[in-house]
């Protein structure tokens, strides 16, 4: 070090002083000195191949002391005089003097001439001011220095350890499970620690001094029996002798200040590694679940009765009511996980994240998009469907009820028609017949339209698909044979009648006088035979048909008003809840959208805020399982519109699920802004500023900035964009605006602004988020860490080699991260290569994307 503390060097020195006055060293300080500060300077000089064995005698022509100067400083000094001459002597150790004062050390009562003739106390002295300098002065922890720090640094090692308190250089360690705790702190394998006991300190000291020797190459600098002899043991000697402690450990300290580092990066992208399986596997299995449930709404192969379609319909309800809410929370969690690795990604100074092909968030929304056409279709069809099989079956009903009708009149009527009985009838039955054929004629004439609408009936069936077509067509074709036949049959019976009544008229004629005698006794038997065949033929029968058709009728109608009445209270009970379910659900929709931009509070003020309202909603679900119910109540009544609400179960569940989402998305969005805020250090002012220009440009109000309006915003913030003087901003939506930025001489190269959307848009969705945006705006003042600290701590580990092996990456690491390392390394192929050597370089790099693991 080059620089030292004035007033550092002022407290080192003030014992120094101290010294002259009050003689300080007593027998048995002097004994301790002698002993730690020999032991201390042979610890450096047999590094030079040397050794001294009386301090006082050894240092007196200079020679050795510009050595060890040397040794402990790395640097040359000025060349020794050879001379066996006193002034010889003082030159040298006046060049050691020279340098020792060129490092800001102020030596006090020190002269060349008193080390030259061998004085005991100057020359512990000027040792003792070495030490100082290039052994403790160095020393820092938590901003303090020298003795406080290496005070400081000997309590936190200790700190764990019972019977240990470390308050002072002296008296704190005579019993000396001080410097056992040092040791066992840093090398456990060293010392069984538990079986150490307070009360001897001679073992004590003698298990740390001897340990310390023989395993972490520190000299025995002080004898245990000097220390347990003396009340006081000397501060100079137990800081020596512990500044070597701290030295030895020291490395120890680096490599754990690495393998800290390194353990931080590492899990760090073990989290962010384990986000981007998750993510994929979410992806992955959303995306089949759609691919196995697009072609199951796609199917529109009809049902042929009313139930199985209304089974159909019954499924699809709880698809809609059980299988597919999951399946929108997973997606909502989806793009909260995927805004959140990108947000982590960002601020561990981390490429971004990019899905697998085809398992992008647009490819997932694209998905989405899909199911939720091929949905609504499916649903459309559905109804249209039942629709269509209400119709048929209504059709259906009515064929059969017309077609039994008839088949029960044209029952008997052809063996009616090929009865003979005019054969043997006199002319008036002949007539009667005759009369009776001519009303059977009117009604023939009366049922051709019956006959008519069966067979427009059986056509629409034929047109509609119905089912049961072959036998509606079957039986309206036996009915139209049945009635051609009739009509034949009753032709051929008029011809016979009247060609009999002629026949009988003539012989009428014969008997004319016989008649008009027997007048009043044949007009008795006519009248008598005409009311009887007037009363079976006439119209008794289908009078009480009608009587009892007009009573059912009655009862038809009275049940299809009450059902009508009970179809109109559903339409009510339906439209009144949607009509204040729908509107809450858009002024919720719009309150969330207000908080995430209004800059009311902080950000904690927001989210908890936002918490509040994911609570109020999360209450509301039980109406909307309510308004289900009575929508499903109003499609098995078949019902199709309802003139009070223009809202439908579609919007009210597409709404619903967006509500969902969206506060889901928001409160992420200001966890994630929290997360930046923290890690980058930034002022509620300065997001404040962010969100108003962010709020400014993002004038319809999505939440998202296009590319144009970005730009616009970076340079309302000062940013100026490339420096290409060719190409002008001039990209605005508007003219006023383009001419504003070219009048401000903003200059926004293509190439540059190209660079900055990779940054902020890398899934390449052509919108900038507000978290994207303050990501992007903090970019550089994050502390964060890079490949080349990373890769600077691996060289620590690996001590100082260009690889690491397999055996130093187990032995410095946690397992699951020395694995995870093991496993992701190339092995390493430079010259200095050794078998089993790993390449922690490369590896370094792709850990920040700087190329692939």
């Known amino acids: 070090m080059d620089h030292y503390d004035s007033q550092q060097t002022n407290d080192y020195m003030q014992p120094e002083e101290d010294w002259d006055r009050d003689l300080l060293l007593d027998p048995a300080w002097e004994k301790q000195q002698r002993k730690t500060f020999t032991a201390w300077c042979n ?157 001897d300190p001679l073992t004590n000291l003698n298990t740390a001094f001897d340990v310390a020797e023989k395993y972490l190459d520190i000299p025995k600098m002080l004898d245990a029996e000097d220390i347990v002899g003396t009340a006081r043991p000397d501060e100079k000697a137990i800081m020596t002798y512990v500044s070597s402690f701290y030295h030895a450990f020291s490395g120890a300290q680096k490599a754990e200040t690495a393998a800290n580092r390194i353990c931080k990066v590492l899990a760090v992208n073990q989290e962010n590694e384990q986000l981007m399986e998750d993510y994929e596997k979410l992806a992955s299995d959303l995306l089949e679940w759609i691919r196995r449930t697009i072609p199951w709404l796609e199917n529109r192969v009809p049902e042929n009765t009313m139930h199985a379609m209304q089974q159909k319909l019954e499924d699809f309800r709880d698809y809609r009511r059980l299988h597919k809410p999951p399946k929108v929370q997973e997606k909502c969690q989806l793009e909260i996980n995927f805004n959140t690795l990108q947000t982590k990604l960002r601020l561990s100074n981390r490429p971004a994240f990019m899905p697998s092909e085809g398992r992008m968030v647009s490819d997932i929304n694209n998905a989405w998009g899909c199911l939720e056409q091929v949905e609504k279709g499916y649903e459309e069809w559905l109804l249209n469907e039942i629709r269509r099989l209400e119709r048929l079956d209504h059709l259906a009903e009515k064929f059969r009820q017309k077609a039994s009708i008839h088949e029960a009149w044209t029952d008997g009527k052809e063996s009616m028609l090929r009865q003979k009985d005019y054969e043997t009838a006199t002319l008036s039955e002949i007539k009667a017949l005759l009369k009776k054929h001519e009303a059977f004629e009117s009604d023939l004439a009366a049922h051709q339209d019956r006959v008519e609408q069966i067979a427009a009936i059986a056509q629409e069936l034929n047109e509609l698909d119905y089912y049961d077509s072959p036998s509606v067509n079957a039986r309206c074709q036996k009915i139209c044979d049945q009635w051609d036949n009739l009509g034949a049959l009753t032709q051929k019976r008029r011809e016979a009648l009247e060609r009999t009544e002629k026949l009988l008229e003539t012989i009428d004629q014969l008997y004319l006088e016989y008649a008009k005698r027997a007048a009043p006794f044949n007009n008795w038997m006519e009248g008598a035979m005409e009311d009887l065949q007037d009363t079976f033929i006439v119209h008794t029968i289908e009078e009480i048909q009608v009587r009892q058709l007009v009573p059912r009728r009655d009862q038809a109608l009275t049940e299809e008003h009450a059902r009508q009445q009970h179809n109109e209270r559903l339409r009510k009970q339906f439209g009144a809840q949607a009509n204040v379910i729908g509107p809450w659900i858009q002024t919720k929709m719009e309150e969330i959208g207000r908080i995430s931009i209004e800059m009311h509070g902080t950000l904690e003020d927001q989210l ?44 009210i569940r597409v709404g619903w699920e967006q509500l969902l989402t969206t506060i889901a998305r928001t409160i992420n969005e200001v966890e994630n802004q929290i997360l930046t805020r923290d890690a980058k250090g930034i002022s509620q002012e300065q997001m404040n500023e962010f969100r108003a220009s962010f709020n400014h440009f993002d004038r319809d109000h999505s939440g998202t900035l296009g590319p144009e309006e970005f730009k616009a915003c970076l340079i309302s913030l000062g940013y100026d964009i490339g420096n290409d003087p060719q190409k002008k901003t001039g990209m605005m939506d508007t003219d006023d605006f383009r001419a504003c930025l070219i009048s401000m001489g903003y200059n926004m190269g293509e190439a540059e602004f190209a660079r900055i959307m990779s940054i902020v848009d890398p899934n390449r969705l052509g919108v900038v988020t507000f978290q994207a945006f303050i990501d992007f705006m903090s970019r550089e003042t994050a502390d964060t860490d890079t490949a080349d600290q990373v890769m600077a701590s691996f060289k620590i580990l690996a001590g100082d080699k260009n690889y690491i092996t397999v055996e130093e990456l187990r032995r410095e690491l946690p397992p699951d991260q020395a694995e995870y390392c093991i496993a992701r390394m190339a092995p390493y192929t430079g010259p200095d290569s050794v078998p089993g050597a790993l390449d922690y370089m490369s590896f370094s790099t792709a850990l920040y994307g700087e190329s692939d693991l």
């Open 43 to 199: 610890s450096h000089l047999r590094k030079a191949g040397t050794q001294i064995e009386n301090i006082e005698e050894d240092f007196r022509d200079g020679l050795k002391l510009m050595l060890l100067l040397e040794v402990i400083s790395g640097e040359r000094l000025a060349k020794p005089e050879r001379g066996k001459m006193r002034v010889h002597k003082i030159s040298n150790v006046n060049k050691a003097l020279d340098f020792i004062a060129s490092k800001g050390v102020k030596l006090v009562s020190i002269g060349a001439e008193e080390i030259v003739d061998g004085n005991v106390k100057m020359t512990l002295g000027m040792i003792w001011t070495i030490i100082l300098r290039f052994a403790i002065q160095d020393i820092s922890v938590e901003e303090t220095s020298a003795k406080e720090g290496l005070l400081l640094w000997c309590q936190r090692k200790t700190a764990p350890y019972k019977n240990v308190n470390i308050q002072n250089f002296h008296i704190s360690w005579k019993d000396g499970l001080g410097f056992c705790a040092l040791i066992h702190r840093h090398r456990p394998e060293l010392i069984d620690y538990g079986k150490l006991r307070k009360d």
């Open 608 to 651: 908890s805020h936002l918490r509040q309202y994911e609570k109020s909603i999360v209450n509301y679900k039980p109406k909307i399982d309510q308004l289900e119910g009575d929508h499903q109540l109003i499609q098995e009544a078949l019902i199709f519109d309802n003139k009070h609400t223009n809202y439908t179960m579609e919007h």
